[in-house]
T-cell receptor, first 114, second 113 residues
Framework: DVKVTQSSRYLVKRTGEKVFLECVQDMDHENMFWYRQDPGLGLRLIYFSYDVKMKEKGDIPEGYSVSREKKERFSLILESASTNQTSMYLC?????????????FGPGTRLTVL | QQQVKQSPQSLIVQKGGISIINCAYENTAFDYFPWYQQFPGKGPALLIAIRPDVSEKKEGRFTISFNKSAKQFSLHIMDSQPGDSATYFCAAIRKGGYNKLIFGAGTRLAVHP
């Protein structure tokens, strides 16, 4: 059974703080993704990684960075959190090699920036 | 600007009824159209998916209808049940890239007993 876990379910941070969101998958997936989910906007891709140390910008990368030092772990970093980054953050992973491979999602981290 | 337009935003259906959610897209490079289901407090999970060379796909009570010329696709939930109450997202994946999902805005479905 595929498992994608995220380090926190809820997080409250202050404006200007550096924030780390961690994601771990246990299925040896090549691809990992970070999305943010906002009402009325669906899920939007922030960054993804198709291999260790590789990363590609998604549709809304501004204000975020990522790190993938190990295959199973993908971190999202908010260098200086701002109130407009208050959102639900979802991590996902999938096998590489095909467009049609299913993405498996974690339960999400609800981040509030005060 | 939403690349995949989804409607309605919310939907209320009586138990046993048919739930219909519609999506439309412009980009002809999209090559795969999955639907995801999300329950409160959970991440989305793949429900059903279709490729553009097929006009319909059915899995149990869930059916995707696909109209390639109109660039529209829809999810039909037959005999809707209270347990189907969730948020549904249509999505699309572009040919030639990694399997990056582009999501619609979501439809919150409530099935009343």
């Amino acid at each position: 059974d595929v498992k994608v876990t995220q380090s926190s379910r809820y997080l409250v941070k202050r404006t200007g703080e550096k924030v780390f969101l961690e994601c771990v998958q246990d299925m040896d997936h090549e691809n990992m993704f970070w999305y943010r989910q906002d009402p009325g906007l669906g899920l939007r891709l922030i960054y993804f990684s198709y291999d260790v140390k590789m990363k590609e910008k998604g549709d809304i990368p501004e204000g975020y960075s990522v790190s993938r030092e190990k295959k199973e772990r993908f971190s999202l970093i908010l260098e200086s959190a701002s109130t407009n980054q208050t959102s639900m953050y979802l991590c996902a992973s999938s096998f590489g090699g095909s467009l049609y491979n299913e993405q498996f999602f974690g339960p999400g981290t609800r981040l509030t920036v005060l | 600007q939403q690349q995949v337009k989804q409607s309605p935003q919310s939907l209320i259906v009586q138990k046993g009824g048919i739930s219909i959610i519609n999506c439309a897209y412009e980009n002809t490079a999209f090559d795969y159209f999955p639907w995801y289901q999300q329950f409160p407090g959970k991440g989305p999970a793949l429900l059903i998916a279709i490729r553009p060379d097929v006009s319909e796909k059915k899995e149990g009570r869930f059916t995707i209808s696909f109209n390639k010329s109109a660039k529209q696709f829809s999810l039909h939930i037959m005999d809707s049940q209270p347990g189907d109450s969730a948020t549904y997202f249509c999505a699309a994946i572009r040919k030639g890239g990694y399997n990056k999902l582009i999501f619609g805005a979501g439809t919150r479905l409530a099935v009343h007993p």
